[in-house]
């Protein structure tokens, strides 16, 4: 099992400095922020945008692995996005793993003037914003045509560090989505879904676990060969509510398949409310005992 951590892109950098220093300094495997424009119920608040953020962190870190959970087509364009990630990739030294979602609904859309999208065109955007942007990061020169995206004669000089490309870890949770990242994923996420209670969370977290089997199965894929990351986020107990907590969900979550497991790094108040203490805990005694 690996852990990662996520640190909300809230902050200025004085403050959230020392969180991203501190994540590699603990021992944790990977650490990630959001990619919105503005988020749920701090969409209010401060809010800092993802390239930049982890840019920085690239710069004052040297080992652990650094992500995007999850990047999203609701505002991003291949072409230019494709040229972000080169920068990221280059100065991380190759230590960057993109995340990618369908995007969501909210305020992501509404600040654009956006109609909404019916979930069927989400998941063609979905797989459009994937597929082009594979192509974009791993081919010297390259085009495409689809309903939601061009790229004409797009050239992608120097190429990523990691070759072909970085890694993309596709969230999915339905059904198509769960097909497609099993068919094009280098990693799988789920958030599990919403539930009233820590038991249902599980539930739906097996459920969905199952379904992404039977989808590497329908691929002919071995399911050892494609890391799963849960990311615990959706669930109705935030992981670093205690030292024993986090421990059973970690042990729950490797019962269940994943290699990985995510959980946000605590804030004073409001949502993922938790002491950081916990998380420094979690890191002296926990870490230590979990083999990558």
């Known amino acids: 099992m690996r852990i990662g951590v996520v640190i909300l892109p809230e902050?200025?950098?004085?403050?959230?400095?020392?969180?991203?220093?501190?994540?590699?300094?603990?021992?944790?495997?990977?650490?990630?922020?959001?990619?919105?424009?503005?988020w749920r119920?701090?969409?209010?608040?401060?809010?800092?945008?993802?390239?930049?953020?982890?840019t920085a962190a690239a710069m004052i870190t040297s080992r652990i692995r650094l992500g995007m959970m999850v990047t999203s087509p609701n505002f991003r364009h291949?072409?230019?996005?494709?040229?972000?990630?080169?920068a990221l990739d280059d100065i991380s030294d190759g230590r960057f793993t993109l995340g990618i979602g369908a995007g969501g609904l909210g305020y992501d859309t509404q600040v654009l003037g956006e109609a909404p999208i019916s979930g069927a065109q989400r998941f063609t955007r979905f797989t459009e914003f994937t597929e082009s942007l594979g192509r974009l990061l791993s081919e010297k020169q390259s085009s495409y045509s689809g309903e939601y995206f061009t790229a004409v004669d797009a050239y992608g000089a120097p190429g990523c560090v990691q070759q072909p490309r970085m890694?993309?870890?596709?969230a999915a949770n339905g059904p198509k989505s769960l097909r497609f990242a099993a068919r094009q994923g280098e990693g799988w996420v789920t958030t599990g879904g919403h539930a009233e209670d820590v038991e249902q969370w599980w539930r739906l977290v097996r459920d969905t676990v199952a379904r992404f089997e039977e989808a590497l199965a329908e691929?002919?894929?071995?399911p050892r060969s494609v890391p799963r990351y849960l990311q615990t986020d959706a669930c109705p107990v935030t992981a670093f509510e205690?030292?024993?907590?986090?421990?059973?969900?970690?042990?729950?979550?490797?019962?269940?398949?994943?290699?990985?497991?995510?959980?946000?790094w605590p804030r004073d108040e409001g949502v993922y409310a938790a002491r950081e203490s916990v998380l420094e805990q979690v890191a002296a005694d926990v870490l230590p005992t979990v083999e990558s």
């Open 11 to 38: 902050h200025r950098w004085w403050v959230a400095e020392p969180k991203w220093r501190a994540a590699e300094e603990f021992g944790f495997h990977h650490v990630w922020t959001y990619d919105h424009i503005g």
């Open 41 to 54: 119920s701090l969409v209010e608040g401060p809010w800092f945008g993802a390239v930049p953020t982890l």
């Open 78 to 86: 291949p072409v230019p996005f494709a040229r972000e990630l080169l």
């Open 167 to 170: 890694p993309f870890v596709l």
């Open 219 to 222: 691929q002919g894929r071995d």
């Open 242 to 264: 205690s030292v024993d907590f986090f421990a059973e969900q970690l042990g729950r979550a490797k019962e269940a398949g994943f290699t990985d497991m995510l959980a946000p």
